[in-house]
Nanobody
Framework: QLQLVESGGGLVQPGGSLRLSCAAS????????IGWFRQAPGKEREGVSC????????SYADSVKGRFTISRDNAKNTVYLQMNSLKPEDTAVYYC????????????????WGQGTQVTVSS
């Protein structure tokens, strides 16, 4: 069974940091480009960041550039999203997704999705 599992979410104060992990089971992540998406209450899901299959190309939404960093460790079958300088507007459920292409995008086309992890930024 192909599965993505996110972890690392939680409650953090503004200005704090969290590292999200996206682990795969049932398939090898290195064959997929990976994206991170988020959805806040009452808002549409938005693309946050993505990384190509090789890890050589990354993309970020303007709202997180300079604060978030995506990386992958294919040996551990895991992709990470390091989130620094968190703001209340980063509060959302964060999802990772996999697409069977070489490159990635922050839009549609992803084949597999995780269940999400809640990130809450509040004092």
């Amino acid at each position: 069974q192909l599965q993505l599992v996110e972890s690392g979410g939680g409650l953090v104060q503004p200005g704090g940091s969290l590292r999200l992990s996206c682990a795969a089971s049932g398939f090898t992540l290195e064959n997929y480009a990976i994206g991170w998406f988020r959805q806040a209450p009452g808002k549409e899901r938005e693309g946050v960041s993505c990384i190509s299959r090789s890890g050589g190309t990354t993309s970020y939404a303007d709202s997180v550039k300079g604060r978030f960093t995506i990386s992958r460790d294919n040996a551990k079958n895991t992709v990470y999203l390091q989130m620094n300088s968190l703001k209340p507007e980063d509060t959302a459920v964060y999802y990772c997704a996999a697409m069977g292409l070489l490159l990635c995008n922050l839009g549609p086309g992803y084949d597999y999705w995780g269940q999400g992890t809640q990130v809450t930024v509040s004092s």
